[in-house]
């Protein structure tokens, strides 16, 4: 009964390139959540997904984030054109229904940008 | 705005010390406070879920109890590994969104 999977676990980009950071979410669970991490702060909001639809994106950053969870294959969190301050910890979460269900955090993907 | 506050930001006990951790919260709405474990290097773990004020709900050392403005997380003769950082959130109404605190770092010595 695997969990939420994410890779890669550990990521580096230099200033300016592309991360790419995919979420498989629990076996039968629909609903897929991504949030950030920084040093010293708490996690943070960025976008709700359902299967081929953006539910929510209000805490994502309106430039260069963008997410998608298609038909087959796994949720991909996408960021063009990397910064410092995009250094952190990005952890994905499932749950199989809405509101009120709790949600499942893979492990995460520490992104580093040089 | 909403937020969510824990203290103690850092908390060392010896084990079998027994303690509780407080999370308070502004969040409109509420829908659900959630309660998590994270362990270094790790995603968080969920814990508990209370949806309303006079709630509480136990897991072996631990027991979680809900007002209408905050909740604590007693901790019962922890033991070592008892020892990982304790996150509180809030289910924001209507929203699928979950309103974290920064957390309460553990450390129960043996």
Not at chain 2, 20 to 46: A, H, I, M
Request: with cysteine; hydrophobic share 30%; glycine share 10%.
């Amino acid at each position: 009964n695997a969990g939420v999977m994410q890779n890669p676990r550990h990521l580096v980009r230099r200033r300016g390139q592309e991360a790419r950071l995919r979420c498989s979410p629990m076996k039968g669970h629909s609903h897929v959540y991504w949030y950030r991490q920084l040093p010293e702060e708490g996690l943070k909001f960025m976008v709700y997904l359902q299967k081929e639809n953006i539910i929510d994106e209000s805490g994502m950053p309106k430039e260069r984030f963008s997410a998608e969870f298609p038909k087959e294959g796994p949720s991909i969190l996408r960021i063009q054109q990397v910064v410092r301050g995009d250094s952190a910890a990005y952890f994905c979460a499932s749950s199989p229904a809405g509101e009120g269900s709790p949600l499942h955090f893979g492990n995460g993907t520490r992104l580093t940008v040089t | 705005e909403d937020q969510v506050t824990q203290s103690p930001e850092a908390l060392r006990l010896q084990e079998g010390e027994s303690s509780s951790l407080n999370c308070s919260y502004t969040v409109s709405g509420l829908r659900g406070l959630f309660w998590y474990r994270q362990d270094p290097g790790k995603g968080p773990e969920f814990l508990f879920t209370l949806y309303s004020a006079g709630e509480e709900k136990e897991k072996e050392r631990l027991k979680a109890t809900l007002t209408k403005k905050e909740s604590f997380l007693h901790i019962t003769a922890p033991k070592p590994e008892d020892s990982a950082t304790y996150l509180c959130a809030g289910g924001k109404g209507g929203s699928e969104k979950l309103v974290f605190g920064k957390g309460t770092k553990l450390t129960v010595n043996p």
